[in-house]
């Protein structure tokens, strides 16, 4: 049995949770909505507040299919309650970020400013007094808030000699030693 995928799901109060026909789960909750089709050949069931995703049978496929599923419905339960939220640091002389609306402007020492606009269901806030500038990305649906924050990251990737570029705030950069003289 799937270690993730036989956990049940604590639905917490204030969510609602549909279970239509293929599969189509939508949950409901303080934050917003959201909708997904999964996998038809696993069978979902809401008891007693509790989500309980099981398999048909061991075949390979199945069960990788289960922890999946049930990931993809937890991940939409924590969306809807808490929201997801990545930060990203702009790190470089003359490197800086600004917002205007919806748009987000990065001036990344190209030779023109890169403009990117917020995807629907995903938020930007710029904290340009934060040295170094600092980006939130944050949303309820967990995979458009880090395809996001992937697309700002690859604008400029950080680099292993000064560390210039955009990096997770979590993220550990390896850095490397520069050239040496003559000896």
Known sequence: MSRI???????PAG???????NNKVT???PKGTLERVLPSEMTIKLENNEIVVTRPNDLKQMR??????????NNMVVGV??????????????YRANKKGKELTLHLGYSHPVVMTDPEGVETVVDEKATPNTITVSGI??????QFAAEIRSKRAPEPYKGKGI??????I?????????K
């Open 141 to 146: 649906d967990k995979e458009k808030v880090g």
């Open 27 to 29: 949950v409901k909750g």
């Open 15 to 21: 969510v609602t949770v549909d279970i239509a026909e």
């Open 81 to 94: 309650t808490e929201g997801y939220k990545k930060v990203l640091l702009v790190n470089g002389v003359g």
């Open 64 to 73: 990788s299919l289960h922890g999946l599923t049930r990931t993809l419905i």
């Open 167 to 172: 990096k997770y705030d979590t993220e550990i």
């Open 5 to 11: 995928g036989k956990m049940p799901i604590a639905v």
């Open 174 to 182: 390896r850095r490397k030693e520069g050239k040496t003289g003559k």
